[in-house]
T-cell receptor, first 111, second 117 residues
Framework: EADIYQTPRYLVIGTGKKITLECSQT?????MYWYQQDPGMELHLIHY???????EKGDLSSESTVSRIRTEHFPLTLESARPSHTSQYLC??????????FGSGTRLTVV | AQSVSQHNHHVILSEAASLELGCNYS??????LFWYVQYPGQHLQLLLK??????LVKGIKGFEAEFIKSKFSFNLRKPSVQWSDTAEYFC???????????????FGTGTQLKVEL
C-alpha cells in the first residue's frame, strides 16, 4: 500500500543532541513537506521540497534543516536540540492525483 | 481508519454566486475539523477550524463552516464569492484529545474552485 512513513514515532532526547527525523514515501511524489503541529491543532509549515535537490524554508521559522537527495526520502535534522523544539513533526507528500498524504508524525520531547 | 470525502472535485462559479463545498468524514469519535485553502503558487493556509462549541464557525475572508455531527459533515460556505477566491480547498480531520503520535491528520482530496468574472 502506497503511504508515507515517519520514524521514530516518539523521541525523548537531551538538550544539545543532534537528531534526524526520517520521512519516506513510496508514491513517487515530487512535493514533500514538513509541518509542526501541536496534537489536534493546525499545521505550521517549516520546510518544503518540490523535487530532488530542491528545499525551501516554510512560513514558520525553524532551526532545523532538510535534505532531498532522493525523491522518496526527506529527512529533517536538528543539529542541537532545545526544549523549545518540543513538538509534533508531520511529514507530507502531495500529487495532483492523490492530494496530500500525511505521515503519522514524530512526537519529539527535548528535556 | 478515518477518511475524509470531498464530493466536488471541480467547481466553477461566477462572481457573487454563493458557495458550498461538501466535506464528510468517517470516524465515530470526537474530532477536530479544518478547512485549508491553497491559492495558486502558495502553500496551505488555514481558513477556519472547529474544536468544540458553536457548530457554526467563522473563518477568514468571509468563509464559514457548519459542523453537523449527525451527518459527519463540515461543509464550507461563502455567501458571495470573489475572483480572488479561486484556489484549491481542503477539508481535514484529526482525532481530538489524543496526545502523542496517535492522531493521524487526514486530508480530503481537495476541491478546485474557479471563480469567473
Amino acid at each position: 500500500e502506497a503511504d508515507i512513513y515517519q520514524t521514530p514515532r516518539y523521541l525523548v532526547i537531551g538538550t544539545g543532541k543532534k537528531i534526524t527525523l526520517e520521512c519516506s514515501q513510496t508514491m513517487g511524489h515530487d512535493k514533500m513537506y514538513w509541518y509542526q503541529q501541536d496534537p489536534g491543532m493546525e499545521l505550521h509549515l517549516i520546510h518544503y521540497s518540490y523535487g530532488v535537490n530542491s528545499t525551501e524554508k516554510g512560513d514558520l521559522s525553524s532551526e532545523s534543516t532538510v535534505s532531498r537527495i532522493r525523491t522518496e526520502h526527506f529527512p529533517l535534522t536538528l543539529e542541537s536540540a532545545r526544549p523549545s523544539h518540543t513538538s509534533q513533526y508531520l511529514c507530507a507528500s502531495r500529487s495532483r492525483v492523490d492530494g496530500y498524504t500525511f505521515g503519522s508524525g514524530t512526537r519529539l520531547t527535548v528535556v | 481508519a478515518q477518511s475524509v470525502s470531498q464530493h466536488n472535485h471541480h467547481v466553477i462559479l461566477s462572481e457573487a454566486a454563493s458557495l458550498e463545498l461538501g466535506c464528510n468524514y468517517s470516524y465515530g469519535g470526537t474530532v477536530n475539523l479544518f478547512w485549508y485553502v491553497q491559492y495558486p503558487g502558495q502553500h496551505l493556509q488555514l481558513l477556519l477550524k472547529y474544536f468544540s462549541g458553536d457548530p457554526l464557525v467563522k473563518g477568514i475572508k468571509g468563509f464559514e463552516a457548519e459542523f453537523i455531527k449527525s451527518k459527519f459533515s463540515f461543509n464550507l460556505r461563502k455567501p458571495s464569492v470573489q475572483w480572488s477566491d479561486t484556489a484549491e480547498y481542503f477539508c481535514a480531520v484529526v482525532q481530538s484529545g489524543v496526545t502523542g503520535g496517535g492522531n493521524k491528520l487526514t486530508f480530503g482530496t481537495g476541491t478546485q474552485l474557479k471563480v469567473e468574472l
